[in-house]
C-alpha cells in the first residue's frame, strides 16, 4: 500500500513535528530566525500534515556540525605557578595592595589602626586551603 508512495507524502507523527520544533527553537537561540518568523514557522510545524510540509521549514537552515568536525576547542584549566592557581597571585596583590594602604593610613594618624586587611586575608587562606587539600585527592 505504501510502496508507491513518495516519503513527502506520508504522514508527520508528533514526535516529527517536535523535531523541527526543536530545530528552530535552535535557530532562534543562534539568531538565525527572528522572534516573528520562528512564531511562524512554529504555527506552521504544528499545522503540518505531512514531511513534505515539514521539509520546507528548516531547508534553509544550516546544519548541525559533528563533535570530531568542530573547530571549538575544549577549555584549558587555568595555569598554574608553583602548584598553586593564578587566581591566587591575583587575589594576593590585592590583599598586598589593602595592607600598604592600611600601612600608609596607620602612619598617616600617628597610631595603629584596626587591622582590617585581615577579612581580605580570610578568602585567601581558604583558598590555598582547598587548593591544597584538592591536590591530595
Known sequence: MLS???R???RAGDGDRDA???RLKEALDD????LHEYDERLQRT???KTYADLDGLT???PGTVPLE???VEPVKPAETTSGRPTWVR???GVVAVCVVIWAISSFASGELIYFWPVWMLIPLIFGIIGNSTRRRR
Not at 539568531?31 to 527572528?34: E, F, H, T, V
Open 59 to 61: 531547508t534553509d537552515l
Open 8 to 10: 513527502a507524502e506520508m
Open 4 to 6: 508507491g508512495m513518495d
Open 90 to 92: 591575583g587575589y594576593a
Open 31 to 34: 539568531g538565525r530566525l527572528d
Open 69 to 71: 568536525k568542530s573547530q
Open 46 to 48: 504544528y499545522a503540518a
Open 20 to 22: 523541527v520544533a526543536a
